[in-house]
């Protein structure tokens, strides 16, 4: 016996990508629903080799569905999860709506998977921002044998964690930038994308941190260990898909490289690529389409007592949303619903 599995969102990026890792990873589901917003209702999603139709998010009787993926966005959640959670289906949500809830397990299932139990206080479990889970997956290993005191991470982020808006838009400023009179202004990003970097993801707070750098630090406390602290600065670059990440982790004792290496390759989720040779590195492109998060450029940072430098890049819409989502519901399954 499988279980009924719901995909709201699923004519999305991240719910497409839902679909084909639940196909892919062979979850155990009888039956598997794409539900969308009313304006989509009928389009066809592929699950596996099978086509779904959307049906309609509005007014759908969650009764009797295991687990609910989630990739509809805040507002969205805010109304129907609540719905999906009375009747009796578990909601994983990508959005931020619930990562900071005290009450709400926010999970990378690699590094804390206690937390699932938690799911029963309201029925969700939120899934982490993008580059916080790519992240922690290489801080926890190592917090585990030195103990880390501080992380400082600049992140250059691709243009699909902004949505297809996001994507549109860089696509269509590289062809204008070749084509006079055919120049595409910003609407989706602050400034121009194309040939550029910005540095600014999500809105200014009093501290002049963005949105998503308070996420990074937030999240990375909730699922690591409060005592870390983190400073992020978040960078929007012309990439289609892949995030990437400087990180710099200062920790309570002595950890050499050497073995941060080792432990890293031992570390769920990860792959370790680190030759110190030109190209003995992982970018964004290469990650594409894969589960792993990879890890590079491993090295001491003679700046501080105890410190070392990596590079981490993964496929944001996999491991940063989709993969943990459908893994989330993996672990859910496993130690907790318990079926056939």
């Known amino acids: 016996m499988g279980y009924k599995v719901v995909v709201a969102g699923a004519t999305g990026n991240v719910g ?16 598997v629903i794409a539900l969308a917003s009313r304006r989509s209702i009928g389009t066809e999603v592929s699950y596996g080799d099978k086509t779904l139709k959307t049906k309609d998010i509005e007014g759908f009787d969650f009764t009797g569905c295991d687990m609910a993926l989630f990739a509809i966005g805040s507002d969205a959640t805010k109304k129907y999860a609540p719905v999906a959670a009375e009747q009796g289906c578990v909601v994983i949500d990508n959005s931020s709506l619930y990562r900071y809830d005290p009450e709400i397990p926010l999970i990378v299932p690699e590094v804390n998977p206690d937390a699932i139990e938690d799911y029963r206080n309201k029925m969700i479990i939120a899934n982490p921002n993008c580059s916080t889970a790519q992240m922690v997956l290489a801080l926890k290993p190592l917090h585990d044998r030195a103990r880390i005191r501080r992380v400082v991470v600049s992140t250059y982020q691709s243009v699909s964690g902004a949505g297809k808006e996001g994507l549109d838009e ?9 084509v006079p009179g055919q120049e595409v202004e910003p609407k989706k990003f602050q400034k121009q994308i194309a040939f550029n970097v910005i540095p600014q993801i999500d809105v200014f707070m009093d501290s002049g ?9 937030v999240e ?3 699922i690591v260990d409060p005592a870390i602290k983190v400073t992020a600065t978040c960078v929007r670059v012309p990439v289609f898909v892949g995030h990437a990440e400087s990180i710099n982790i200062e920790f309570e004792d ?14 769920p989720g990860i792959l370790v690529v680190d030759k110190r040779e030109p190209g003995g590195y992982t970018t964004p492109v290469e990650c594409v389409g894969d589960f792993a998060t990879y ?46």
């Open 220 to 222: 990375t406390k909730k």
């Open 16 to 31: 497409r990508e839902m679909l084909n890792i639940l196909a892919e990873r062979q979850f155990p589901a009888d039956e």
């Open 170 to 178: 860089l696509w269509d400023q590289t062809k204008g930038m070749y």
């Open 209 to 217: 941190d963005t949105k998503e750098e308070w996420k990074m630090v």
């Open 254 to 267: 002595f950890l050499d490289e050497d073995e941060a290496r080792d432990i890293l390759r031992e570390a």
């Open 295 to 340: 890890i590079s450029r491993i090295r001491q940072d003679v700046t501080v007592e105890n410190g070392l430098n990596l590079w981490c890049v993964s496929d944001n819409l996999r491991k940063g949303a989709a993969l943990n989502a459908v893994q989330i519901a993996e672990l859910l399954g496993n130690r907790v619903l318990k079926k056939g």
